[in-house]
């Protein structure tokens, strides 16, 4: 067997932290191209699919979306970025930039775009479990610093919190906008493509919100039966006159995973509140078409959130729930690490959206979900990295916009 000293591993491996900190830099000088849902609907459209044309694009638009976010990974909250979970995701964004980076000056020849193919759904998997991994490294952070509950005695622990916030919205809005990319691909251009009736890759251009507000309760549904051997029932309002449906185009899994959360939230909220009654309030989902928006309210009778507690339901350093365990054959959790309405939030906002609370303690809680009406005003909203970033998270958190 060979064996390689410890000199020439070292030089290897400074090698290739120079390529990977130049082609970061390289990439991260540009800034994201925000797309919008009509343009994705429309190129999804075309006959025949042009599979070179998405090639050409995501070959160079994808590790700019990586070099941006990973750029804030080095100037972003030590805290949080020392811990074992973050160097985790960080090490699989340095290896999945490296990887797609490889196709910079390939032509897109058949086995080109079938390799190419492969390679983005590796990418996509190998990051699968970065929310989780990164709500581990947030947990094992609390934990050092003592912080229980969201309460801690320590001084600067206002901005460690602030700057946090900051950096995790900016991370998985960039891995929503990723992944969005990605599946848009896959699904229109993989070798065993899936097909969804009237779908343009993950995009429904006439989707029921009402079926899909019905297919989440039936979720959550499951999950509060299991916990609490009794669930509300669900109540759907449609609000337009004359309707007894509302249409939109977006992309049916970020709507299901908003209204997942905040149906789960509410019925865990009802079932505490109300003890065992035989017959807990109903889950109430009001829904109305305007000329901008689509306006989707989940409405409970939870008993609210105390207005002192108002400011941290966006926080992820805040849960009033005990994490849950890893792997314990149960599925998921009612509650856990507190991170449900934080990417709730930036699913809507994504797209130019919006999640907002509104609570009555001691009667409930109202979550009002704004989406955009058209396509071509429902554009991604992306980080970019800039000087600015790194003065703000070593500055004012207060000047920062959402």
Known sequence: MIRYGGRPRRSMCNQGNTELARTIDRYSRFEPTSLSIKKLVDFGSLQPLREDSSYNFLRYEIPVRFANIMKEFKVGPSKLLETRSAQVVLQSYNQCLMDIVAYEDKESTVETL???TKTIIDIRNR????VQTM????ADMRSSLGITDGATNL???SKINENITYFLDRFYLSRIGIRMLINQHTLLFSEDPVFQHGFVGSIDPNCDVADVVKGAFEDAKDLCDRDYLDSPKLEIKILN??????????VPSHLYHIIFELIKNAMRATMEFNGLEDSPPPVEVSICKGDEDVTVVVSDRGGGIPRRQMGHIWEYMYTTA???AVDNGVGVPMAGYGYGLPISRLYARYLHGDLQLVSME???TKAIIYLRVFGEHADELLPIYNTTVKLLFNGDAS???D
Do not use: H, I, Q
């Not at 709500?135 to 947030?138: D, K």
């Not at 006159?241 to 977006?250: G, I, R």
């Open 399 to 401: 000047s920062r916009l």
């Open 362 to 364: 001691g009667y409930g």
């Open 127 to 130: 990051n699968r479990n970065a």
């Open 322 to 324: 005990p994490l849950p």
């Open 135 to 138: 709500a581990e490294g947030v």
């Open 241 to 250: 006159k004359n309707e007894d449906k509302v249409t939109m185009t977006c």
């Open 114 to 116: 079938k390799e190419f």
């Open 155 to 157: 001084e600067n622990f």
